[in-house]
């Protein structure tokens, strides 16, 4: 499975996670809750190709590479804030 660059996709929200990490498992489980498409890729189930490139995505983003890192619109959340995600996510859903 290809990762696609958050720029490069469709949809408004993305996230960079890891398959084991239980911030990543809450993020996901917040973003279903609230019925938010989204799209995510867990990093640590890449091909080392692959997750080499994508991990320079993250980098782009999070210069630490520290998961969860969810992209909405232009916004960047690290880690697991409920809060900021809640307003990132107003801003994307108001249109701006």
Do not use: W
């Not at 084991?20 to 279903?32: G, M, P, W, Y």
């Not at 980098?59 to 630490?64: G, H, I, L, P």
């Not at 409920?82 to 801003?91: F, G, P, S, Y």
Request: hydrophobic share 35%; proline share 2%.
């Amino acid at each position: 499975m290809a990762a696609e660059n958050p720029s490069e996709s469709s949809s408004r929200v993305f996230l960079y996670a890891l398959s084991t990490c239980s911030h990543c498992k809450d993020v996901k489980k917040f973003l279903d809750g609230r019925n938010i498409e989204y799209e995510s890729v867990e990093v640590d189930l890449l091909k080392v190709d692959e997750r080499k490139r994508v991990l320079e995505q993250v980098k782009q983003y999070n210069s630490r590479v520290t998961f969860p890192t969810t992209v909405i619109g232009s916004q960047v959340i690290i880690g697991n804030k409920k809060d900021k995600l809640e307003a990132a996510l107003e801003k994307v859903t108001d249109g701006q």
